[in-house]
């Protein structure tokens, strides 16, 4: 999903750089009136944390591979604004030193995986913990939306660039990366478990819930 150099159109840079920007502007005040001084080693943790698991990956499908994203962990643990930071640092170490994405998309990969897949896929997940009654479920639901949404929205910016017809990128696109978000659902569920088994504090939930283990 990290879109690499020469995919998108000048137009679509330059959007996605904006919207990426003014994210982070919003972003920055939200995390002002949140953040909680003590908790920064944690959230640098949890940043090494999915940075070194977005290395390894699983096996989807006739010889595609996913790997994990992070973007709902990221944000349970550091909250929907914290979770946005950690997810574009994360990116923005590997456009810079690794060329995972390329720099010129890289208001995309941003936009794509750290505020929708980290922020907005937050509000999914609370929402979702409120009507269905269990943190598990809410957990695993939206870790996979994380993916879909992520992946929906890379295949638009793909095609209002020019990449491919609407008709052949988003099947494509949101075929195997509704396979790939299951992984991710399974991944996260799994590390939440047992972080919340150990370290229940460290999830931000538990700051503004009060307790709030990831039933």
Not at 21 to 30: D, H, N, Y
Request: proline share 3%; charged share 10%; glycine share 10%.
């Amino acid at each position: 999903m990290h879109i690499p150099d020469g995919y998108l159109s000048a137009a679509t840079v330059a959007g996605t750089y904006a919207l990426t920007g003014a994210t982070a502007v919003l972003a920055s005040k939200k995390i002002k009136k949140s953040i909680d001084e003590e908790r920064i080693p944690i959230y640098g943790v949890a940043a090494a944390l999915i940075f070194a698991a977005q290395m390894i990956n699983f096996p989807v499908l006739n010889g595609t591979s996913g790997h994990l994203i992070g973007g709902l962990l990221a944000a349970l643990i550091a909250g929907p604004w914290g979770g946005f930071f950690i997810m574009a640092s994360v990116l923005i170490v590997q456009s810079l030193l690794f060329a995972d994405g390329g720099i010129t998309a890289l208001g995309a990969n941003i936009f794509n995986m750290a505020f929708i897949g980290s922020t907005i896929t937050y509000f999914i997940y609370a929402w979702l913990t409120k009507n269905l009654r269990s943190k598990k479920i809410a957990v695993f639901l939206s870790s996979w939306l994380s993916v879909f949404l992520a992946a929906t929205a890379c295949a638009f910016e793909l095609w209002i660039s020019g990449r491919s017809l609407p008709q052949l990128i988003f099947p494509s696109m949101l075929g195997i990366h509704s396979l790939i978000g299951i992984g991710e659902a399974i991944i996260t569920a799994g590390v939440v478990e047992a972080l919340n088994s150990v370290r229940p504090d460290i999830f931000f939930i538990s700051l503004a819930k009060g307790g709030g283990e990831i039933e």
